[in-house]
């Protein structure tokens, strides 16, 4: 019958990536420490890809929306009864 526990990996070290995903240790003074899972080293490679099978340069946005756009406030009705 085996053992159940902690195993160790010999000669690998701490994994930094896997399956596509950064794998990082957030250690916190205040809280337990957290590990974080993270697809930029992933989308990095996919956009380099994308860039050289298409010789087209992709844009680096830092947030969805494009700076100063102010979205209009929607003031219809709100449905009631039936119409929901």
Known sequence: MEKEGNYKFKGVGVPEYYLGGDIKK?????????TVISAKTYI???????????????????????GGYHPELD?????????V
């Open 44 to 66: 990095k490679n996919i956009s380099d890809k994308i860039e050289r099978v298409f010789e087209f340069t992709l844009r680096n946005y830092h947030s969805p929306l494009e």
């Open 26 to 34: 957030i250690i916190n003074k205040d809280l337990p420490s957290q």
């Open 75 to 83: 003031k219809s009705e709100l449905l009631t009864g039936d119409d």
